[in-house]
């Protein structure tokens, strides 16, 4: 079986310059858990994830205390603790909402060719977390597969 055979071909898509706003609207509206995030071209520059959102809420919901150590402790006395804030989260997506998709995505994304065997999506969502690939031809994203898309062509199969 070959990735073509299970592909998604219409593929919802982000731009890097897409806020965090952006993303879960779409998300949203799709009912889609991540996405390619491409260039006007068509090429894949990154992805993002729910993960990525979580992630990016997670991080602004910190705050990072300078601390006074004695000299004893420390060579310069100073130190930095990262300790959760007393933001409410309805303020932390306020906060963040108008951060770039560019600062949350993954780059270094794995692709396959729709010619591959689908052998080679199983190797790549198994070594690790990951949940989607892009599809790519000639540079350009042409589908994406998904861990669910692998089940439903496994099940097609005779097994």
């Keep these: ?3 073509k055979d ?20 779409k998300f949203s509206e799709h009912n ?33 205390k300078m601390v006074y150590l004695s000299p004893a402790l420390s060579m310069v006395g100073l130190s930095f603790k990262e300790t959760p804030s007393e933001k409410k989260t309805e303020d932390i997506v306020k906060d963040v909402g108008d951060i770039k998709v560019s600062e949350m995505m993954k780059r270094n ?10 052998k080679a999506v199983i190797d790549i969502v198994a070594s690790g977390k990951i949940n989607r690939v892009p599809v790519v031809m000639d540079g350009k994203l042409v589908g994406i597969v998904t861990r669910g898309d692998v089940i439903k062509g496994i099940s097609k199969m005779s097994i």
């Design 1 to 3: 079986m070959l990735v």
């Design 6 to 25: 299970i592909m998604t071909k219409k593929v919802i898509t982000l731009g890097p310059e897409n806020t965090l706003k952006d993303v879960v609207l």
């Design 109 to 118: 994304v794995k692709t396959v060719g729709p010619e591959d065997k689908v």
């Design 32 to 64: 889609i858990s991540g996405a390619p995030v491409v260039d006007d071209s068509g090429k894949v520059l990154g992805i993002i994830s729910e993960a990525d959102i979580i992630t990016t809420l997670e991080r602004h919901g910190k705050e990072v």
